[in-house]
């Protein structure tokens, strides 16, 4: 079975600073990690995605993760927090092997990020 | 469409009640997905079709549940008799078939509040 954590609940990061949301996660083979982004009332956006190859990834709007497999994480970091950066993150993951339920992409429980002017 | 739409945005119903929510993928994409979002939790995997087929029905939480697409590309997700506990918003997702490295993408959801 695959899984994911998100260790805390709520983020708060003051406008300008650098800010880091937290994701490890369980596979039983390699793993396809995902991170996606809800404003509010809207549907999952995606940020950015690590497949294979350079451990750093980059994405959308400034958004870049590191893909760290001794430690299992995938975490979610950004220079220069900005206010419009307020929104809920959710990391995901799925499993490279093969057959059908490997097509599951499994959620975590979300991290609130708050960026305060 | 330009993106995955979803209908009804909103739907209040009373237990006991059937209930479908639609779903209509971006045109080309032969994955799709339903997931489901109840509050202060991530999205949950209910179903995932290729093509007209479900390939993996293993998040449907009981017999209650039925989604079908019956020519590829619109699906509908079918409640019966439903319960308090169904409340929550229903996510339609779609990919393109073939590359199963690609991301989702996600509607804005249907949300079910069950009376």
């Known amino acids: 079975a695959q899984s994911v954590a998100q260790p805390e609940d709520q983020v708060n990061v003051a406008e300008g600073n650098p800010l880091t949301v937290k994701c490890t996660y369980s596979v039983s083979g390699n793993p396809y990690l995902f991170w996606y982004v809800q404003y509010p009332n809207r549907g999952l956006q995606f940020l950015l995605k690590?497949?294979?190859?350079?451990?750093l990834v980059k994405g959308s709007y400034g958004f870049e993760a590191e893909f760290n497999k001794s430690q299992t994480s995938f975490h979610l970091k950004k220079p220069s927090a900005l206010v419009s950066d307020s929104a809920l993150y959710f990391c995901a993951v799925r499993d490279k092997g093969s057959g059908a339920g490997s097509y599951q992409l499994t959620f975590g429980k979300g991290t609130k990020l708050s960026v305060i002017p | 469409g330009a993106g995955v739409s979803q209908t009804p945005s909103n739907k209040v119903t009373e237990k006991g009640k059937y209930v479908e929510l639609r779903c209509d993928p971006i045109s080309g994409h032969t994955a799709l997905y339903w997931y489901r979002q109840s509050l202060g939790q991530g999205p949950e995997f209910l179903i995932y079709?290729?093509?007209?087929?479900?390939?993996?029905d293993s998040g449907l939480p009981n017999d209650r549940f039925f989604a079908v697409r019956p020519e590829g590309s619109v699906s509908t997700l079918k409640i019966q008799r439903t319960e308090r506990g169904d409340s929550a918003v229903y996510l339609c997702?779609?990919?393109?078939?073939?590359?199963?490295?690609?991301?989702?993408?996600f509607g804005e959801g249907s949300r079910l509040t069950v009376l």
């Open positions: 690590y497949i294979t190859g350079d451990n």
């Open positions: 079709f290729q093509g007209t087929g479900a390939a993996d």
């Open positions: 997702a779609s990919r393109i078939g073939g590359r199963d490295t690609g991301e989702l993408f």
